[in-house]
């Protein structure tokens, strides 16, 4: 079954520590996201990629990092630097044509103690 | 700076009633409007305009674009309790490459 996953499903941290949420898809698809959802807020962008060794940040990408070595996988490292890390992030995929339909992950819930 | 605008943001209403979800948009370069549904965790696509004056129908589900005054509804006729969910506004930007803004989402809560 082609989808996108994420884990883990929720992740507990301390501050002053670095955390890697994964997100992989196998739906072959070129662009790749990560969203922050606050409540109220919905969906704010952290960093996007297009294509494989490329990624762009979002409107929120201060404190966050992402590496895109592989088309398939788009983790996001949340880190001490990010003030107010506790929400949920949710990764999602696209094919990156001209229509840009995505497809989500079932998100990450991240609380830091 | 571009911004997608949903209202209202929360809704009560009574299973068989009839609901209109608003969402405005100030984007440049636009290219696609996109709802989405999210009931617990990940959102589900719904529809996708791209242009003005044709309505989408899915079911009870319907929405259309009217790209002059920058702005869609989306419709929902006779709902049920299974409607209860946070429906999401997006409009895809052509930044030459691919980048969606998100509205804040209407939560709407259908009562038995």
């Known amino acids: 079954d082609g989808g996108i996953t994420q884990s883990p499903k929720y992740l507990f941290r301390k501050e002053g520590q670095n955390v890697t949420l994964s997100c992989e898809q196998n739906l072959n698809h070129d662009a790749m996201y990560w969203y922050r959802q606050d409540p109220g807020q919905g969906l704010r962008l952290i960093y996007y990629?297009?294509?494989?060794?490329?990624?762009q940040k979002g409107d929120i990408a201060e404190g966050y990092s992402v590496s895109r070595e592989k088309k398939e996988s788009f983790p996001l490292t949340v880190t001490s630097a990010q003030k107010n890390p506790t929400a949920f992030y949710l990764c999602a995929s696209s094919s990156g044509r001209l229509y840009n339909e995505q497809f989500f992950g079932p998100g990450t819930r991240l609380t830091v103690l | 700076e571009d911004k997608v605008v949903q209202s209202p943001l929360s809704l009560v209403v009574h299973e068989g009633d009839t609901v209109t979800l608003n969402c405005s948009y100030e984007v440049t370069n636009f290219r696609s409007l996109l709802w989405y549904k999210q009931e617990k965790k990940a959102p589900t696509f719904l529809f996708m305009l791209t242009s003005s004056g044709i309505e989408k129908k899915s079911g009870r589900l319907s929405s259309i674009l009217d790209k002059k005054e920058l702005f869609s509804i989306l419709n929902i006729t006779a709902t049920q309790t299974g409607d209860s969910a946070i429906y999401l506004c997006?409009?895809?930007?052509?930044?030459?490459?691919?980048?969606?803004?998100f509205g804040a989402g209407t939560r709407l809560f259908v009562k038995a």
């Open positions: 997006a409009v895809d930007a052509d930044t030459g490459g691919f980048k969606t803004i």
């Open positions: 990629s297009q294509i494989v060794n490329d990624f």
